[in-house]
């Protein structure tokens, strides 16, 4: 009787940002998976967007962490105390989702005892019902794929902490790899660079705006620059200097290498039948790492795998969770396998 009543979220909660889903509305909040402590009153001081204004800018009793590594929770309390953030600022109030009923993305090949841990959390912190879905098959069903026939579809999912590579066919999972190097990783590389090059330092968010504005998967791009500011590792003065994105396309060139191996091997792991429906439907490359310029021509280049890009490839698999939440999963409880049926619309 009250089941219509009940708040339906999917929750896309990623190593570098949180997209929450609800149904009937959307999706209702995009931000950062980064939360801020005060270390000596244990105070959750922000999460989010404001969070990460405070990076590399706030005092030493301020901790500011990503709860999340590789795409897997790496400390329950403090991601718990970040979705309460998130939720309170939705609904106006600091109830944690209290009745309501929730599929939250996980990356591909985790154990089962890790789905559960992610599960019983969500559960124990107050919603009535959570549910584990893997990343790849989320990001499909939010991009349009059709996975209830017998075709295969190979899905790449670049995002913050990881990347993962997924052959999909009748609702489930045939055949995957997980890259432990994505977003983030990247952005460490250009720190690293500019470091090694110029003997200065920059900051995460540095990092990540000049991959935004200047990195290139082509070396045959036209050539961009970007005026960026850092501290001086010889003197420790503030200084500006100018990056090419040629120079920036070396850096991201060896993370590039290592992915489309990671693709390869995962195609050397596919049935011949399937292969042969991939070479013909192509790759779905979802996630924020689908917005480096270029980056589904090199990867065509490289594979021989036409690559098709997701309309909102950050948003699409939040948006797969949350069409799961009219769908049900059958087979044993470690089964990805999914049917996706209609659901009636509630009434107002």
Sequence with gaps: MLKRFDQLFGIDLGTSN???YQKGKGIVLNEPTVIAFDQLSGELLAAGTEAQAMIGRAPAHVEITYP???????????????????????????????????????PCGI???QKRAIEETVVIKGAKKAVAVEEPL???LGAGLSLDEPL??????????????????????VASNTLNRAGMTLDQDIMDYVKRQYNMEIGERTAEEIKKQVGTALDSTPE?????????????????????????????????????ETIR???ELCPPELAGDVIEQG???????????????????????????????????????GMMLGCHRVGDSGSSLIRLEPQPEESA
Aim: charged share 15%; with cysteine.
């Design 138 to 140: 989320a990001s499909a």
């Design 68 to 106: 999340l590594v590789n795409g897997v929770i790496s400390n329950f309390e403090k991601t718990s105390s970040m979705l309460k953030y998130f939720v309170k600022k939705l609904q106006g109030r600091a109830s944690f989702l209290r009745g309501s009923q929730m599929f939250i993305s996980v």
């Design 111 to 113: 154990t089962n005892v």
């Design 18 to 20: 949180t997209v929450i």
């Design 152 to 173: 295969g579809h190979l899905v790449l999912n670049i995002g913050g902490g990881t990347c993962q590579v997924a052959v999909l066919s009748l609702g489930g999972v």
């Design 283 to 321: 790759m779905l490359l979802c996630g924020g790492g689908a917005l480096i310029e270029g980056i589904d021509e090199r990867i065509r280049l490289e594979t021989g795998v036409p690559v098709h890009i997701a309309e909102s490839p950050m948003e699409c698999t939040a948006l797969g969770t």
């Design 224 to 260: 961009r620059t970007i005026d960026i500011r850092g501290r001086d590792l010889v003197n420790g003065l503030p200084r500006s200097i100018r990056l090419t994105s040629t120079e920036i396309f070396t850096v991201v060139n060896e993370f590039l290498i290592v992915l489309v």
């Design 265 to 267: 091997s995962t195609l």
